[in-house]
């Protein structure tokens, strides 16, 4: 069972790293601010703002997607100990976020009121999408980095000629053929 899981993290890394992308990109807080006598303005604020790293997070765990398709037992641990930091950072900076866009909100209403201009703040999903998006990457990094190992790796004929080692029947052609293996 633990070898057929390299095609479904791979397809999760990088639907995982797509929808986070997606969250993080998507407008986490608008507002709308009116005054007396003056147009409305219309405010977003997306998470690639407020957490512009949170980007490369999930970027790179789409990328590690082909990593990890490509890669050995061992790289695959190190690439899976990579995606699931990452997703432990992602949740880290997103969820700190969300008490300075409290904060934010809290000022911009009491500062409206002082100077009676009105503010409508609205928030979206899309910052508690992120967090799911970025707490699935961790999952599926440590996944990764257990299972990984244990998965089928691509064959040899993929290899380098030079990282190939010769097989013993190999040499004797060489050298039925002339040529010196061990030169």
Do not use: C, H
Request: a negative charge; hydrophobic letters at 55%; charged letters at 15%.
């Amino acid at each position: 069972m633990r070898r057929n899981l390299l095609a479904p993290s791979v397809l999760l890394l990088l639907a995982v790293g797509g929808g986070t992308l997606a969250a993080v990109r998507a407008t986490w807080a608008s507002a709308t601010v009116s005054a007396a006598g003056l147009p409305e303005v219309d405010l977003a604020v997306s998470g690639s703002d407020v957490v512009p790293g949170a980007v490369g997070l999930a970027m790179l765990a789409m990328a590690a997607g082909a990593g990890v398709l490509a890669a050995g037992p061992r790289l695959r641990r190190v690439i899976g100990a990579i995606v699931a930091l990452a997703g432990v950072v992602g949740v880290v900076m997103s969820v700190a976020t969300d008490s300075a866009m409290d904060t934010a909100r809290a000022r911009a209403i009491d500062e409206a009121a002082v100077s009676g201009i009105a503010v409508d703040w609205s928030t979206t999903a899309a910052q508690a999408l992120s967090v799911a998006g970025f707490v699935l990457i961790a999952i599926t990094g440590v996944l990764v980095a257990w299972l990984g190992p244990r998965w089928a790796t691509m064959g040899r004929k993929y290899e380098t000629p030079a990282a190939r080692e010769p097989e013993s029947s190999d040499l004797w052609k060489a050298m039925d053929d002339g040529v010196d293996p061990t030169a």
